[in-house]
């Protein structure tokens, strides 16, 4: 039997630049919630008494690597070392072998070099694992190094391989060391531990192929739980099961108000508050759709934000609405163009201004009409079905 921890996508002192407006007790929460993450993980580790962890890259953040980073790493590995558990690290394109750890690190820690190598190692009940990987040794690295992964000819004994890369069929701008299924499948492992994409998922089971997701979020493309994957069993088959370590999550909800009046406003948002409270420490995207013909006046708005954020100070599971997204659900939407009149529609030197940087570019403006063809109005109601879109797909 074989008893592993998969972890991958620490991002330890990963900036919260836009949350500088926090109070600072909140502000200290959220910039240490990798690190409170990270120390549930090493507990879990501990209690499930595992024969070794893998973290499958990107254990910091590029340019916010920090001595605290590493000296706080260093120690969680020494927690482990106390009990004889092993870590098998692949650096990611977050931090890559090119940006140099200074700290050494405790005997029970292994790090994959820049070419694809292979350790063994052996479980608490004596049985041979073997497990496959690389580092990357530059942050731009889109070297793909899949076929110099041995491939398993002994089925009798677990083989695990460590890969920081990009699925084909993923959904994503950022793609290193992209792989398809059937590249994988080749190498005929029984588990792939998979880093880099930062939404937990399983791509196969048979063989297992999971990525673990990153182990805290950190805005709201980040949402729900975040953490980590104990994998067990043999040869024959491997079992996983999600252990969710987050300190802080990310989420979306929606109410349902009935008056627009500031006490019910406030009321309503901290019954939600209330009811979530329990599940720990979190910000919302919170919807709110007002029923009937009234709008909600700015300056009440303004200052039920104001209160529901001053009440959070002094909770130790804060709960942050962090967006306000208002929705009247029987007041027809007016459109953004309506808000132009004709005189200003028709000022030349307003729609200029408004377009020169575009056309002044030369890498856009060749692909342009004059910009005297166009309709005004036109363009004003396609830049708000563009922002509507947005909208809607950050829901």
Known sequence: MVKFLHCADLHLDSPFASKRYLNPTILKDVENSAYESFKKIIDLALREEVDFMVISGDLFDQHNRTLKAETFLKGQFERLQKEQIFVYIAHGNHDALSDQITSKWPENVTVFSKDVETYQAITKSGENVHLHGFSYEKSESYENKIDLYPTNEDRQTVHIGVLHGTYSKAETAHRYTEFRLEDLNAKLYHYWALGHIHKRQQLSDLPEIHYAGNIQGRHFKEQGEKGCLIVEGDHVALKTRFV????????????????????????????????????????????????????????????VKTLVTEYEENERHFVMIDEWLINYLEIPQTSIANEFSEDLLAQDDVYERALSELYMNPKASKYLDHYQKHDRKALIERAEAIIEAELKEGN
């Open 244 to 303: 969710p370590t987050q300190f802080i999550r990310f989420e979306s909800a929606t109410i349902e108000i009935d008056s627009v009046s500031q006490q019910t406003l406030f009321e309503s948002i901290q019954e939600f508050k209330e009811s979530v409270r329990h599940q720990g420490r979190a910000f919302y995207r919170l919807q709110i759709n007002v029923h009937g013909d009234e709008r909600i006046d700015a300056q009440v708005l303004e200052q």
